[in-house]
């Protein structure tokens, strides 16, 4: 992948079938991370069938760009975009969240394609940061992609570890900050304010944008963007919707756990379909 110029229709195409794989794993099961799902589904084309450097046959490719997912709830997302792109099969998508599966509600390093093991939140950008220092001490040229949550801006090691990426001026390391305006207990902005975030990571010594995160032409161009910024690590804030696509989610006001009636997956699917 890493073509200069993204053919955004197939992104578009890319990003809806993720969404159909994130309802498919949460229907068989009944519930789980929908909304984070369906809200993040737009950068994970643009990285998975753009901009990533990868080989779905050979996982532990030392020249690999690495995707660290620092929110260990948002792998339905994640394992939607890897057997989307062929890395697990499409039929183990309907383990999601089964004893004794690969594919758990909180994802782990022995899933293939993981970097990381989520779960305890604020650790993935720490991982990213040793990642990107390990990566640059044995002068190789891959690049570090780290997904975080606005709910993980809560947690301190977060900070330290954006204040190491710019002393180490990381400019391989490329942290999104998936902002959908939600934590568990509810609003970020009630349960605890982190604006002004753009000035924040500024302040940290990061490059900074702040885009429409379910946009794909946004997120490609931002990427680009960063990429010609030298001698610092970037930040891409990204505002998203949660359950974008389909509108029974999206208009929920409970959101960081989905559980809905068996009939009611039917209506979701249709939405989806119907939308975008
Ligand atoms: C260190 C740590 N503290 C608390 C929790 C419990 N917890 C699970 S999800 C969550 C907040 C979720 O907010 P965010 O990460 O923004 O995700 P979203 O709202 O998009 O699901 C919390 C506090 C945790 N997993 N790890």
């Known amino acids: 992948m890493n073509g200069n110029n993204p053919d955004i229709a197939c992104l578009k195409a890319r990003a809806k079938n993720i969404r159909r794989h994130v309802l498919r794993m949460a229907e068989r099961v009944g519930q789980g991370y929908v909304g984070q799902g369906l809200g993040i589904a737009d950068l994970l084309a643009a990285l998975y069938f753009h901009e990533l450097r990868y ?15 620092s929110i260990g709830h948002y792998s339905i997302g994640l394992y939607a975009a890897l057997a989307e792109a062929g890395v697990i099969p499409i039929e183990e998508l309907d383990t999601y969240g089964a004893d004794g599966s690969r594919l758990e509600m909180s994802g782990s390093e022995f899933t293939p394609g993981f ?4 779960g305890s939140l604020g650790h993935g950008l720490g991982q990213a940061v040793g990642m990107a220092l390990g990566l640059r001490l044995d002068a190789r040229d891959a690049r570090v992609f780290c997904l975080l ?21 990381l400019d391989h390391l490329f942290a999104f900050i998936d902002c959908n305006n939600q934590v568990a207990d509810g609003p970020t902005a009630q349960v605890m ?16 944008q702040r885009i429409n995160g379910n946009r794909i032409e946004d997120i490609t161009d931002a990427i680009a963007r960063a990429k010609t910024a030298r001698n610092q690590p970037h930040a891409i804030i990204l505002d998203t919707l949660m359950g974008k696509g389909v509108t029974m989610f999206e208009n929920r006001e409970k959101q960081h756990f989905i559980r809905v009636e068996a009939r009611e997956w039917e209506l979701a699917r249709k939405q989806l379909e119907a939308s975008l």
């Open 55 to 69: 080989d779905a046959k050979r996982l532990d490719w030392p020249e690999r760009d690495r995707f660290v997912l």
């Open 193 to 208: 304010n982190i604006e002004p975030l753009q000035l924040k990571w500024q302040a940290f010594g990061w490059d900074t």
């Open 115 to 118: 970097e990381m093991t989520g």
């Open 149 to 169: 949550s606005d709910g993980e801006l809560h947690e301190g090691a977060t900070w330290e570890a954006a204040m190491a990426g710019a002393h180490y001026r």
